[in-house]
């Protein structure tokens, strides 16, 4: 029996045994009894299965290992957590001990951060929905703005103008970097001219003025060079703002992207091996920044913060998901298949995911091509289509990682009551951080009209 003393980073292991790949020989038998020392089936006997297990250590060590990579190389330095990557409260707060401001993108996210005793003035608001009542609330608390469109321009300076406050404000911008598909839905144009319209635009009202730049060039790139792309376009932008319009730029925010370490579908290159170290972007952001900021220093004008807003990278390895076989079956075509009780109900990123999966005991036999449902009474509810493992059996449990990422925010509550999730703290012990769901949760908010109670008609 193996004693594991740390976190495992799960990974994939076909069971072939005696025959020799990449690896070498393959260990008899890989699986996983315990996480953090606690056994999975004290977890599950105490909290249920399914159970989302976060890692309290590991996420600190994730976002102590992020500054450090930035500060070492560039300050200032902000960190934005961008609450829809996973906005659990624990999660927050760990995030916001550790020094991460928050990064909203709604007024539900805004108020959830300031519940937690975020100040406005410590929360980034991105996005393309902000009505007019929020931009009023952001004010107020002083916020810090990203604007992305004419018409919120618009309506923030005519906030600004009924608040009589001059709001400092950032510019959200999108471009081609030559690497990542351009998400031209968010922001400013660059290249067509629309986003140096709008920093004139910003410079000529009495109400607004422009302070920083934010871009976000998507989610999962592997590709360190896409920053330094996109750090040189920025740089380029605030050079000819600040020179058109007279404004100082003093942050410049880089937003997401960076992958963590999981095979995507449909990419038949292994992204595990491939994916970037935190260094290697930050090495591309900050060596670029310096570069294209050279002549600033010179002038003697303020070096601007650089904001981040990682999500995926920081806290997906931090959660697993530990779930249980309710049925085994061999399909019509030969192929095994087993049915799990958490699937993609839970597990939203099985979309796009090759997940880890891991059993908790030794299993014997032969390793065989698997399918891996979930429990819906649908058919896209897969887990894995295809995973080679040996036979499971019923109450068998397996680990799926990683997790932390877009799970518990995209999540269904479709048929299935959403479970327990717990931390497991750095000294060990387990806590519940958000509760399973149960009918009465599910009630609370719906209400039955008066004629609609009772007088049913079942004979
Ligand atoms: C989603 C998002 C992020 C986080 O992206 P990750 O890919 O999870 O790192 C950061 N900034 C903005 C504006 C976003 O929309």
Known sequence: MSVKKNWIKPTITPHREGILNKFGRVPAKEYIEEIEEIPVKDLVSQFGSPLF????????????RLKQAFETRYQPIVFGWSYKTNYLNAVC????????????????????????GVPGNRILFNGPH???????????????IHIDNMDELYLLEDVARIANKLVPVTLRLNFDTGFAEPWSRFGFNVESGQAIDAARRISNSQWLKLTGLHSHIGTFILEPNAYSAQVKIMCEFMESA?????????????????????????????????TPSIDQYADAICTTLLRETVKR???????????????????????????????????????????????????FTAFWYHH?????????????DTVLYGPLCMNIDVVRQSIMIPPLQVGDQLIISPVGAYNNTQWLQFIEYRPNIV???????VSVIRQAENLSFMNQLESLPEHLNGNFKLD
């Open 53 to 64: 297990v976060l890692s309290e250590k590991q996420l600190r060590s994730n976002i102590r």
């Open 93 to 116: 707060a760990t995030l916001h001990q550790e020094g991460s401001w928050a990064e909203v993108v709604s007024l539900f996210e805004y108020e959830k951060a300031r519940a937690l």
């Open 130 to 144: 902000k009505s007019k009542d929020t931009l009023a609330l952001c004010v107020e608390e002083g916020a810090r």
């Open 242 to 274: 600040e020179q058109q319009t007279g404004c100082i730029i003093d942050s410049l925010d880089i937003g997401g992207g960076f992958a963590s370490r999981i095979d995507l579908q449909g990419v038949y290159v292994s992204t595990e091996q491939t």
């Open 297 to 347: 220093r010179a002038q003697n004008k303020p070096q601007p913060t650089l904001i981040i807003e990682s999500g995926r990278a920081i806290i997906d390895d931090a959660e697993v998901l530990v779930s249980s076989v309710v049925s085994t079956r061999r399909l019509p075509n030969g192929k095994p298949a087993a049915v799990l009780d958490a699937g993609v109900n839970l597990l």
């Open 356 to 368: 880890r999966v891991q059993p908790t005991r030794p299993l014997d036999g032969f390793a065989e």
């Open 423 to 429: 931390m497991i703290n750095e000294e060990g012990q």
